[in-house]
């Protein structure tokens, strides 16, 4: 009798102590912080620039002897084309999630209502997709596209490839609260949250007409796909396993504080995430 009850006290001490243990932990995180992008904005100026960028090189189809009929042709395959475009926007969800590389460090605050304060940094570029997909046995053009055409009025190349980088910085606060092998994690901090998508559009066109490909290419506004927020955010997160190595992941709600877009209305979204590892120490 007296060996089980000494048994089960140490049984009993020894489980307090790793949960005391778990809670008061600092820890590391590797896995991909995950942003959205409010995609609506882009895709309701996307007729818009169309439109400027076809307007500035209907005077170079004419010169290349097209008649009026000619024209109207191109033109209602030009509202086609937008007309699909629109459909497939209404198809699209509002929000585009975009994973990055990276993780959370986790230092360890053992007071009453604050266990942790956390830094959490990722990262995306073009150069990391193109990694991870020849990772995973699938090769991504450089460029995505390049096409030649030759005709006796006409002769010229088009290349198209894109640039892309992505990030984002949040520090958060966090409570844990720790079952051995589960783990519930509330808590609220600050983001920065930016990133650029930069189309490489090439096109070579006779002497003539490089005037009017730089006007439809400029009407396009290219360069001007960025974005930048700070908010502030609520998270509730999970983790699952030992005390030392567990699954982790949390969402985030997050509050604009401050924006800034371009003349493509690109935002950060409401929502961001972390899926990861986390080994504790």
Not at 199 to 205: F, K, L, M, N, Q
Not at 212 to 223: I, M, T
Not at 251 to 273: F, M, Q, Y
Request: hydrophobic share 55%; charged share 20%; glycine share 8%.
């Amino acid at each position: 009798m007296k060996n089980r009850l000494l048994r089960a006290s140490a049984a009993a001490v020894c489980g307090v102590l790793l949960h005391a243990a778990a809670v008061a932990a600092g820890g590391v995180t590797f896995g991909f912080p995950i942003a959205t992008l409010d995609v609506s904005g882009p895709l309701a100026r996307l007729p818009v620039a169309i439109d400027a960028a076809y307007a500035e090189v209907e005077s170079a189809l004419i010169d290349l002897g097209l008649t009026p009929a000619d024209l109207v042709e191109i033109r209602e395959q030009v509202d086609e084309t937008l007309d699909q475009i629109d459909g497939f926007a209404q198809a699209l969800p509002p929000f585009l999630p975009v994973p990055m590389v990276g993780g959370t460090i986790e230092v360890s605050l053992p007071l009453i209502v604050v266990d942790a304060l956390r830094f959490t940094g990722g990262l995306l570029n073009e150069g990391l997709v193109r990694g991870i997909a020849r990772l995973a046995g699938a090769e991504i053009l450089e460029p995505l596209f390049h096409a030649e055409f030759d005709s006796p009025e006409f002769a010229g190349a088009a290349t198209l490839d894109v640039a892309l980088s992505s990030w984002m910085l949040s520090t958060d606060v966090v409570k844990r609260f720790d079952a051995l092998v589960l783990a519930l994690t509330l808590g609220a901090g600050v983001d920065l949250i930016g990133g650029e998508i930069r189309p490489i559009v090439d096109v070579e066109v006779p002497t003539e007409y490089e005037d009017d490909a730089a006007a439809a290419l400029a009407a396009l506004r290219l360069d001007e796909l960025t974005w930048s927020t700070f908010a502030v955010h609520g998270v509730i997160g999970f983790e699952i396993g030992p005390p030392f190595l567990r699954l982790y992941g949390d969402v985030r709600c997050l509050l604009p504080v401050s924006e800034s877009a371009s003349w493509w209305n690109l935002r950060a979204a409401g929502w961001a995430a972390v899926l990861g590892m986390v080994i504790r120490f």
